[in-house]
């Protein structure tokens, strides 16, 4: 038996999650300072101080990014607030119109599209680790995205995203925790589809070797391109984490997805989120 499982049969459980959560908070020692009194994250701070509570009362729809996308009528978002993840701006000229925020938090995804994701005009989020790659773009400080401190450790829900956010292996969760940070009351998940054709072990790095059947567009990891395998397991646990914190705030996340996988949030069905809006508005 290996040494770890050892000494969980012989140390009570609760002083064994006191000792797991001293080990992983150690872990997290070496980066604290940098994510605290960087300027760039100063910036980043008093940017996400702005934003606290700024959308209470509304409702933001978050997109993802799976093949779904293309049997859904986004023309209907071009007035809502939306939050896009990764490469959903390879959608944007079709749309004629941008989302209104933009969050990525994948090494490889920001590693590889860096000068695209710096190009694009609208408030962005990416995570601390990733701020080396912005650093030769002369970027100035208006436009430096801001820094969101996330990490792999330690699962939680962060109300406040000035303070670390646990990535929740999906760029979706970080997006939920944004969301709830900005106050939103409602939040409506599309393109999340929760379902990958291309199988193998979760969070191996793998090449893709042609067009991309995994998401919207065979461009977005397309040939040649460096991505992860998803760990849709563990988005699960992040998934059920994040409805327990908006019910106890007495918020609300809906899955709008047309088709999707995900069972963990209750389904609505995407049309009628905006015609009843439209209903009551003519009654």
């Known amino acids: 038996m290996p040494l770890r499982e050892t000494l969980k049969t012989l140390v009570p459980p609760s002083a064994w999650r006191l000792l797991r959560e001293v080990y992983l908070s150690a872990r997290l020692l070496p980066y604290l300072p940098g994510a605290y009194l960087h300027p760039w994250r100063w910036i980043s701070l008093y940017r996400l101080t702005a934003l606290k509570d700024i959308h209470r009362g509304q409702r933001a729809f978050i997109i993802g990014n799976g093949p779904s996308l293309r049997h859904t009528d986004l023309s209907l978002l071009r007035n809502e607030y939306t939050f896009g993840l990764n490469r959903i701006y390879l959608l944007f000229p079709e749309l004629g119109f941008t989302t209104t925020y933009l969050v990525s938090v994948n090494d490889l995804v920001i590693e590889q599209c860096r000068e695209e994701l710096a190009a694009l005009p609208i ?3 990416f995570s601390w680790r990733s701020r080396r790659h ?3 773009l002369g ?3 208006e436009a430096l995205p801001t820094f969101l401190f996330t ?3 330690k699962p939680t829900f962060a109300r406040d995203a000035r303070f670390r956010l646990w990535e929740g292996a999906t760029v979706t969760y970080v997006a939920l925790q944004l969301a709830f940070h900005m106050g939103f009351d409602e939040v409506i ?11 193998g072990q979760a969070n191996q790095t793998v090449v893709s070797e042609g067009e991309d059947p995994n998401h919207f567009d065979p461009r977005y990891f397309g040939k040649g391109f460096r991505w992860q395998l998803p ?7 992040a998934y059920r984490m994040a409805r327990r914190a908006y019910e106890q705030a007495g918020r609300r996340v809906l899955d709008a997805t047309i088709g999707g996988k995900l069972t963990v949030f209750p389904k609505v069905e995407y049309g009628s989120l905006f015609y009843r809006r439209n209903d009551s508005a003519v009654n």
């Open 123 to 125: 408030p962005k989020f």
């Open 134 to 136: 912005f650093r030769g």
């Open 139 to 141: 970027l100035r400080q």
């Open 151 to 153: 990490t792999y450790e």
């Open 189 to 199: 998940l599309v393109g999340v589809d929760h379902h990958f054709v291309t199988r």
């Open 231 to 237: 760990d849709l397991e563990t988005s699960e646990i």
